[in-house]
């Protein structure tokens, strides 16, 4: 048989024109490809691709007919939209012209008409300026009829409206009509004011004002004699008439300020009838406080300040009973009394302000003036309600010469205390020593000394008037701190060799307690919202990562938690030294309890009654006399760490040391369980209930030890199975595990437990 090769012609494609061989050629490859017996279907085929054919040209003379209607459509639409737009045009063009030509037959007109408004404006604020003249003039008028009938009331009210019109003017650029208002009110005011001050002093002066004595040797302020009621009819009288100049009284007189450097808050003036009633006063503090006289002398700042309380005190209840209800009546929203106190703390002020250049550089001086000041204002804000909101000392002190100078006076003294304290015989003795309910902490004098000072320290900055201060005196108290605790570093290295003795434990009581307050004041308010001003400071300057910024935020951490961690450092360090020292101790005792015959000791029936083995006795001495020694010299606290640590190393040594290193018979394992149950166990039951808690280790090898023989050899195969199914699935590993928890084995390891096992010196002859 003829065998014909057919070499397959490959077609290759034209990317660039409709390529119907390419598309035939893939038809045919796709339809019949390799077998020619396919080629029986090419009747079936051609039938198909002529059926497509004949739908393809159906289709094809549908869309043929359809497309010329909707392009006609299109055509139509456009040509009638052309229209439209051209009509359009031809109106919008009509329009124009027709605007243009009114336009410039309107434009003479509107600049005869521009002319005529720019006239009528003119004319209507010439009307304006002089209505206003009228108007001011009218008020005047008034007040002139007002004052020649003797109604001072009214005069006053007027008057308090024209001055209301002055302000309303303020905005205006008629320079003369502002001139010609003020002056109107300047002049009106001058007359009521000095009217009314004389017929208020008058007043006054029958009420025997100023009271210069006690509340209750007042001769007549607070007492009713006959005349009293028209007294007090004509004080309220006058009162509210004082009260009505106050808006012109503002406009005219500039309140004396105190320097921009002080940053005192804005604050009103001090309302008129009170400033009348401050004159005398003022008067007798500038001729006793200012000048050449005795009474004015720089190491004396307490003279004027407690006179100026003295003043405050005596004044108080006339101010309450008296005049108060005069402003209330009035509708008006002063505080009589801290109205009389702010103006006289005014005073106070500008002498500070004066006094201070004086003795900044005299420490003694200076540091009895803030001491003086602190107390004044202590006094002035608990016993007279004085306002935070108001000028206060506190912003005098807070200048910045001032301030930089009461930050060094503060550290220095501060310095001194610290070294008299610590350089105090009973430095390392508790003030509570024998009182035992208060002498928990055991705290040294020295320490509670030195906590004192810091708290005296806030209390003396914790009314300054901005965040920024009180940052800046939390940042002298952070360095003292941290003085201190570098002080005690270095008295504790001194007395590293006693690490047991008196003074080592007072100095880690000292470190306790600092700590301990620390993080106390970490949740008071008042340094919590310093925590949030730092917070706000370090935003602003980007000092500090992103994450303290979010621990500060989240209050995660405190402002003393670098001194606080500084502390708790030492703390431990000066523990881990007792606790060695103790273990060390502990070892020496134990050596020959470490060499004790385990393997020949009679088992439990051959005695008649355990007793403690003898090896043991000088290490559970040892202990009991440490426990004993340092729970009387340390706080509560640091004990308990202090016995829970040596538990620790005490249970790893005996376990590793003396339990793993020997060979145990049925008598050592029940003596040695007898050791550490009846007598180790117990030294440590007066600190907790169950103090063989913190001996796992010990307990659970004596459980190993003593088990039975039966029970040992069970779980010993069950431990062996384990070991052996290990690199499998483990599945004998649970049972292990859960024979161990059945015995109280929970702490040691499969392994470990294995080995204790192999200590028991005896096992049955099992055939094995």
């Given at each position: ?8 012609k490959?077609?290759?494609?034209d990317?660039?024109?409709?390529d119907?061989p ?5 038809f045919?490859e ?5 077998d020619y017996?396919s ?20 289709q ?9 209607k909707?392009?006609q459509?299109?055509?139509k ?29 309107a ?12 006239q ?5 604020r ?7 003249i ?7 008028d008034?007040i ?5 009938t003797?109604?001072?009331p009214?005069?006053a ?15 205006s ?6 001139a010609?208002?003020r002056s109107?009110?300047k002049?009106w ?10 017929d208020?002093e008058?007043?006054?002066t ?6 210069v ?7 007549f ?5 006959a005349?009293?009621?028209?007294v ?18 503002e ?5 004396k300020?105190l320097p921009e450097?002080y940053?005192?808050?804005p604050?009103?003036?001090?309302i008129?009838?009170?400033q009348?009633?401050?004159n ?5 503090f500038?001729?006793?406080f ?14 004027y ?6 003043w405050?005190?005596?004044h108080?209840?006339f ?5 108060q209800?005069i ?6 929203s ?13 005073l106070?002020?500008?002498?500070l ?10 420490d003694?001086l ?28 506190m912003?005098i ?16 003294f ?27 902490m ?6 509670e000394?030195?906590?004192t ?5 806030t ?9 920024s ?7 002298l ?26 003074r ?5 009581n000292?470190v306790?307690?600092?700590a301990?307050?620390l ?14 001003a ?5 935003a ?6 992103k ?8 209050m ?12 708790e450092?030492?703390?431990h ?6 606790v ?48 004993l020694?340092l729970?009387?010299q ?5 004990f ?5 640590m ?10 590793q ?8 018979n049925e ?12 007598n180790?166990f117990?030294?440590?039951s007066?600190y907790?209930?169950?103090p063989?808690n ?6 659970e090898?004596c ?7 039966g029970s040992a050899l069970l ?13 499998t699935?483990?599945p ?5 595990t ?6 109280g ?5 499969q ?18």
């Amino acid at each position: 048989m003829a065998t014909v090769a057919v070499r397959k012609k490959e077609v290759t494609r034209d990317l660039d024109h409709c390529d119907i061989p390419y598309y035939v050629s893939e038809f045919v490859e796709r339809e019949v490809g390799n077998d020619y017996d396919s080629l029986r279907k090419l009747d079936n085929l051609i039938d198909k691709l002529s059926e497509n054919k004949k739908q393809l040209e159906e289709q094809v003379l549908t869309v043929s007919s359809e497309v010329p209607k909707r392009i006609q459509n299109a055509l139509k639409n456009a040509e009638d939209s052309k229209k439209s737009l051209s009509l359009l045009l031809e109106e919008e063009t009509l329009l124009s012209e027709s605007i243009n030509s009114h336009l410039l037959k309107a434009q003479p007109w509107m600049e005869d008409l521009d002319v005529l408004i720019n006239q009528v404006e003119e004319i209507e604020r010439h009307l304006a300026y002089l209505k206003w003249i009228s108007r001011i003039e009218e008020l005047s008028d008034s007040i002139q009829q007002y004052l020649m009938t003797n109604n001072v009331p009214e005069a006053a009210s007027t008057l308090a409206f024209m001055a209301e019109l002055d302000i309303k003017l303020q905005e205006s650029s008629c320079s003369h009509l502002l001139a010609f208002v003020r002056s109107t009110v300047k002049f009106w005011h001058k007359i009521l004011k000095d009217k009314l001050s004389s017929d208020f002093e008058e007043v006054l002066t029958q009420l025997r004002w100023p009271f210069v004595g006690p509340p209750q040797s007042q001769a007549f302020g607070l007492a009713a004699p006959a005349s009293a009621p028209d007294v007090y009819n004509n004080l309220e009288m006058l009162f509210c008439q004082l009260l009505k100049l106050q808006t012109s009284d503002e406009l005219l007189t500039k309140p004396k300020q105190l320097p921009e450097k002080y940053s005192l808050p804005p604050s009103p003036p001090v309302i008129l009838p009170i400033q009348i009633m401050l004159n005398p006063l003022q008067k007798r503090f500038k001729y006793h406080f200012t000048g050449n006289k005795q009474t004015n002398v720089l190491n004396k700042p307490e003279w004027y300040l407690t006179q100026v309380l003295m003043w405050i005190g005596n004044h108080a209840k006339f101010l309450d009973d008296k005049i108060q209800p005069i402003l209330d009546k009035a509708g008006s929203s002063v505080n009589a009394g801290l109205e009389f106190s702010r103006a006289l703390v005014m005073l106070i002020l500008e002498k500070l302000a004066a006094d201070i250049p004086c003795l900044l550089y005299d420490d003694a001086l200076f540091c009895h003036l803030v001491d003086e000041v602190l107390l004044f204002e202590r006094e002035l804000y608990s016993v007279h309600g004085y306002l935070s909101s108001f000028p206060s000392c506190m912003h005098i002190l807070s200048e910045e010469s001032c301030f930089q100078r009461w930050l060094t006076v503060e550290k220095k003294f501060a310095l001194q205390k610290m070294d008299s304290m610590l350089s105090s015989e009973a430095a390392w003795v508790s003030q509570y020593k024998d009182i035992t309910d208060v002498d928990e902490m055991k705290v040294p004098d020295c320490a509670e000394t030195f906590m004192t000072l810091l708290l005296v320290i806030t209390d003396r900055y914790k009314n300054l008037p901005t965040a920024s201060r009180k940052l800046q005196f939390l940042g002298l108290q952070k360095e003292l701190v941290d003085d201190f605790r570098i002080r005690l570093t270095q008295v504790m290295k001194e007395e590293t060799r006693a690490s047991l003795g008196f003074r080592y434990c007072a100095i880690l009581n000292a470190v306790n307690y600092i700590a301990t307050v620390l993080a106390d004041w970490a949740d008071n308010v008042f340094f919590l919202q310093l925590q949030q001003a730092e917070l706000e400071v370090c935003a602003e300057s980007n000092t500090v990562s992103k994450l303290q910024l979010g621990q500060l935020a989240s209050m995660e951490s405190s402002v003393f938690d670098e001194m606080i961690n500084l502390l708790e450092r030492l703390k431990h360090d000066m523990l881990t030294r007792q606790v060695d020292h103790v273990f060390r101790e502990v070892k020496d005792a134990a050596k020959l309890y470490k060499k004790e015959r385990w393997l020949s000791l009679p088992s439990q029936a051959e005695q008649a009654v355990m007793s403690l083995s003898s090896t043991a006795c000088p290490m559970l001495l040892t202990l009991r006399d440490r426990l004993l020694q340092l729970e009387q010299q340390l706080c509560h606290s640091l004990f308990k760490i202090f016995w829970q640590m040596l538990a620790e190393k005490v249970d790893l040594y005996i376990y590793q040391e003396i339990i793993m290193e020997n060979h145990f018979n049925e008598g050592g394992a029940a003596q040695l369980q007898f050791d550490m149950s009846r007598n180790l166990f117990p030294l440590f039951s007066h600190y907790c209930k169950r103090p063989e808690n913190y001996f796992k280790h010990i307990k659970e090898a004596c459980v190993i030890l003593n088990l039975n023989v039966g029970s040992a050899l069970l779980l010993k195969d069950v431990l062996q199975s384990a070991s052996e199914n290990e690199p499998t699935l483990n599945p004998n590993q649970p049972s292990a595990t859960a024979a161990l928890n059945e015995l109280g084995v929970y702490k040691l390891a499969q392994k470990d437990v294995e080995i204790l096992l192999n200590l028991r010196a005896s096992w049955p002859n099992t055939g094995k």
